[in-house]
């Protein structure tokens, strides 16, 4: 499917997962991109499984669901164990939580660990900003939208008590997500 770029984040409730996901859809959209954003969780709004797809069309998208990740961000073990499957084979990308998530050997994907907990303790002072920093890293290592899109979306959607924190957490995220292109 040329000209579709498919993503999806994972983790449990309580993590982020459907802030993030709407963030990244909404900054698509801002580029003039065709986008669809499909959210499930469990029955238990925290601490059960948790996951947002995002698709990118360059034209009408015809199915709004996700088929094979071209990205995949896990910020949960439970969520890496029950997605790593359908992570595109050859040039798919994951980019996991180093806190949260020990990756297992899967041929022909590429997965990079983010300190995305560490990071947002030990520089932000907070934990709940890891979805941001995993965010940054995500739009840095795909280029699937820019940095300026995703920070007018956060002005847009994140209430103004937290929005200086999500746009550092957006920054300490790219930065950690220069290290996967280099």
């Given at each position: ?104 050997e ?14 947002a ?20 290592a ?41």
């Open positions: 499917m040329p000209g579709i770029t498919q993503i999806r984040l994972g983790g449990f409730g309580g993590q982020g997962i459907v802030l993030a996901g709407v963030l990244l859809g909404h900054a698509g959209v801002l580029e003039g991109k065709q986008v669809s954003v499909s959210n499930s969780y469990g029955v238990a709004a925290r601490g059960s499984d948790c996951k947002s797809e995002i698709i990118f069309a360059q034209g009408p998208i015809d199915y709004p669901h996700l088929i094979a990740a071209d990205f995949f961000v896990a910020m949960s073990q439970g969520a890496y164990d029950s997605f790593i499957k359908d992570v595109r084979p050859g040039s798919g990308l994951v980019l996991l939580d180093s806190g949260f998530v020990k990756p297992r899967v041929p022909q994907v590429t997965q990079k660990a983010i300190p995305a907990t560490n990071a303790i030990a520089r932000l002072k907070e934990r709940q900003a890891a979805n941001i920093v995993l965010l940054g890293a995500l739009v840095e795909s280029g699937i939208v820019s940095a300026k899109a995703v920070q007018k979306a956060i002005r847009t959607q994140i209430d103004e008590r937290f929005r200086a924190l999500n746009l550092k957490a957006l920054s300490l995220g790219m930065e950690l997500g220069r290290q996967v292109h280099g």
